[in-house]
């Protein structure tokens, strides 16, 4: 029952999108991890209010504000001795500075990266169970990431990994709070090209041997404690599910999880970016759009160029286009040994359920699938809008194989 003319308002904030459908993307992302306790709906709302639609600039201004008042809050309920107070706090502005780095460049996005890692770490202190903050040595720098130990002997282990933009301290709402719930170790980490990793060794960018780092990650998962080596899953998350299909065909795993298969990174981001944007002719630098006019070239296009250039390590546009030339699974896929679980969301588009499908027959063993659907409440990529309904499907496969 509703009263237009009643003097009472029982929601001062209105429900919207954008009509910018990546800013839709980011946002559920935010929101998404208020499942387990990463953000909540009202704060987000709140920031989505003060956005001018479409401008990475106001975007960023909103989420770093939000980020910073939540932040203060939590640092006086831990200084007030309310550590669970200042806990949740600082965990959901650690989200916040996340999502203001993603479409801040240079310096300032950097300093929210920071920011998010810090808020993390301080929050760590006072989780149950404990979070361990990790280092892994690697070539010229370190894998930094997290690890959630069961404490249980003999526990299965899983390692999980993003795509381009994702955090660790993403991936802890994501994994590590779901799989801890269940019994399970979890390690998140930071691989070459992820902005938690490139912020600090800005050499280690993207690679297309990807088992390599993971190799690293796996060396140190066997040289500790009540690690069982022979009970390790990997799981990867958007183009986090070629990193770990390539690691799952080098090295011996338990299990893999991807969520979704990508077999061939260029026609993957081709498909994302659009053809006429990816063949375009005229090649462009960082520099060269750094300032131009947003009627000229929009604003989140001019993000994009120095995002990819900088987390792969090329000069130019066309730099980054045939660099993505190497990032194929090609044959990889038929040494993939363990079981597999491979998953998508039905309205992903043409390219990602055909490459879905195209690992799959790949698979030498088969894969255990399931293509998430609108009508059961998923319809965002890497289930960023049900994360429950997601961690429930992820873990009740690995607990009937590893558990």
Same mark, same amino acid.
């Given at each position: 029952m509703?009263?237009?003319?009643?003097?009472?308002?029982?929601?001062?904030?209105?429900?919207?999108?954008?009509?910018?459908?990546?800013?839709?993307?980011?946002?559920?992302?935010?929101?998404?991890?208020?499942?387990?306790?990463?953000?909540?709906? %009202?704060?987000?709302?709140?920031?989505?209010?003060?956005?001018?639609?479409?401008?990475?600039?106001?975007?960023?201004?909103?989420?770093?504000?939000?980020?910073?008042?939540?932040?203060?809050?939590?640092?006086?309920?831990?200084?007030?001795?309310?550590?669970?107070?200042?806990?949740?706090?600082?965990?959901?502005?650690?989200?916040?500075?996340?999502?203001?780095?993603?479409?801040?460049?240079?310096?300032?996005?950097?300093?929210?990266?920071?920011?998010?890692?810090?808020?993390?770490?301080?929050?760590?202190?006072?989780?149950? +169970?404990?979070?361990?903050?990790?280092?892994?040595?690697?070539?010229?720098?370190?894998? +930094?990431?997290?690890?959630?130990?069961?404490?249980?002997?003999?526990?299965?282990?899983?390692?999980?990994?993003?795509?381009?933009?994702?955090?660790?301290?993403?991936?802890?709402?994501?994994?590590?709070?779901?799989?801890?719930?269940r019994?399970?170790?979890?390690?998140?980490?930071?691989?070459?090209?992820?902005?938690?990793?490139l912020?600090?060794y +800005?050499?280690?960018?993207?690679?297309p041997?990807?088992?390599?780092?993971?190799?690293?990650?796996?060396?140190?998962?066997?040289?500790?404690?009540?690690?069982?080596?022979?009970?390790?899953?990997?799981?990867?998350?958007?183009?986090?599910?070629?990193?770990?299909?390539?690691?799952?065909?080098?090295?011996?795993?338990?299990?893999?999880?991807?969520?979704?298969?990508?077999?061939?990174?260029?026609?993957?981001?081709?498909?994302?970016?659009?053809?006429?944007?990816?063949?375009?002719?005229?090649d462009?630098?960082?520099?060269d759009?750094?300032?131009?006019?947003?009627?000229?070239?929009?604003?989140?296009?001019?993000? %994009?160029?120095?995002?990819?250039?900088?987390?792969?390590?090329?000069?130019?546009?066309?730099?980054?286009?045939?660099?993505?030339?190497?990032?194929?699974? %090609?044959?990889?896929?038929?040494?993939?040994?363990?079981?597999?679980?491979?998953?998508? %969301?039905?309205?992903?588009?043409?390219?990602?359920?055909?490459?879905?499908?195209?690992?799959?027959?790949?698979?030498?063993?088969?894969?255990?699938?399931?293509?998430?659907?609108?009508?059961?409440?998923?319809?965002?990529?890497?289930?960023?809008?049900?994360?429950?309904?997601?961690?429930?499907?992820?873990?009740?496969?690995?607990?009937?194989?590893?558990g």
């Open positions: 509703a009263f237009d003319d009643s003097p009472i308002v029982r929601n001062a904030t209105p429900i919207e999108g954008f009509r910018d459908a990546e800013f839709d993307y980011q946002l559920v992302r935010a929101l998404g991890v208020a499942a387990y306790g990463g953000s909540t709906v %009202g704060e987000c709302l709140a920031a989505a209010a003060e956005i001018a639609d479409g401008s990475p600039r106001s975007w960023s201004r909103a989420f770093g504000t939000l980020a910073g008042r939540v932040e203060e809050e939590g640092r006086a309920c831990l200084a007030g001795g309310h550590h669970v107070s200042g806990r949740d706090h600082l965990l959901r502005a650690s989200t916040y500075y996340r999502t203001a780095e993603y479409y801040t460049p240079g310096a300032d996005g950097a300093h929210f990266g920071d920011r998010s890692r810090a808020c993390f770490v301080d929050a760590a202190a006072h989780v149950v +169970p404990p979070v361990e903050v990790v280092e892994i040595p690697f070539e010229t720098g370190a894998l +930094p990431g997290y690890l959630v130990a069961s404490g249980a002997s003999g526990a299965p282990t899983l390692v999980a990994m993003g795509g381009f933009d994702s955090s660790a301290e993403e991936l802890y709402f994501h994994y590590a709070v779901p799989g801890a719930e019994g399970w170790n979890v390690l998140v980490v930071d691989g070459p090209g992820q902005p938690g990793c912020r600090r +800005p050499d280690l960018t993207f690679r041997d990807y088992e390599e780092p993971v190799g690293a990650v796996l060396d140190h998962l066997a040289g500790r404690d009540g690690i069982d080596r022979d009970r390790i899953a990997l799981v990867g998350q958007s183009f986090g599910g070629y990193f770990a299909a390539r690691a799952a065909a080098a090295h011996p795993v338990a299990a893999l999880v991807v969520d979704p298969p990508v077999v061939d990174l260029r026609r993957y981001m081709e498909a994302w970016v659009g053809p006429e944007v990816f063949h375009m002719a005229n462009v630098r960082p520099e759009v750094a300032g131009v006019p947003e009627d000229l070239m929009p604003r989140q296009m001019q993000w %994009g160029i120095e995002a990819i250039c900088r987390r792969f390590g090329v000069a130019s546009f066309h730099g980054w286009r045939d660099a993505l030339s190497a990032y194929v699974l %090609g044959d990889a896929a038929s040494r993939i040994a363990c079981p597999v679980l491979a998953l998508v %969301g039905e309205r992903e588009g043409p390219e990602p359920l055909a490459q879905f499908q195209a690992f799959v027959d790949a698979l030498p063993g088969g894969a255990t699938t399931h293509r998430f659907t609108v009508a059961e409440g998923v319809s965002a990529h890497c289930q960023a809008d049900n994360v429950r309904r997601s961690a429930q499907v992820i873990f009740d496969w690995l607990d009937d194989r590893l």
